[in-house]
């Protein structure tokens, strides 16, 4: 009996129906880590999600990001392509642990 494989499947959002967000959250996850504009992409999912739109300027700068890495993509470029087998290698996870309570005053 074979183990079921898992995988993550990372096509481009396409269609009438595609938002910001969709276009965000694929870019993230197919970028090369060492591209220059995750840090941008990451920042315009933030300021979409808080505010619910982005700036025309954003949007513009998105669109450019975004082609360029659709040509990647499409080229077999990226270091992420398609689909990518979820695999459990036995490396501990770093957890972290964020806690919402606030410090009382004069706590340090």
Known sequence: MNDPVNTFTFDPPS???????DVCTWLIRVMNKRDKS???????????????????KQYDHLNRVF??????YERGALE?????T?????TPAN???FS???KPKGAA
Do not use: C, N, P, Y
């Open 15 to 21: 269609g009438k129906d595609v938002d910001i967000q």
């Open 38 to 56: 995750v840090m941008f992409v990451s920042s315009v999912m933030a300021f979409f999600l808080q505010h619910g739109g982005v700036s025309e």
């Open 67 to 72: 082609d360029r890495v659709l040509d990647a």
């Open 80 to 84: 992420t392509q398609g689909a990518v």
């Open 86 to 90: 979820a695999v459990d290698d036995g």
């Open 95 to 97: 957890i972290v642990s």
């Open 100 to 102: 919402a309570k606030r």
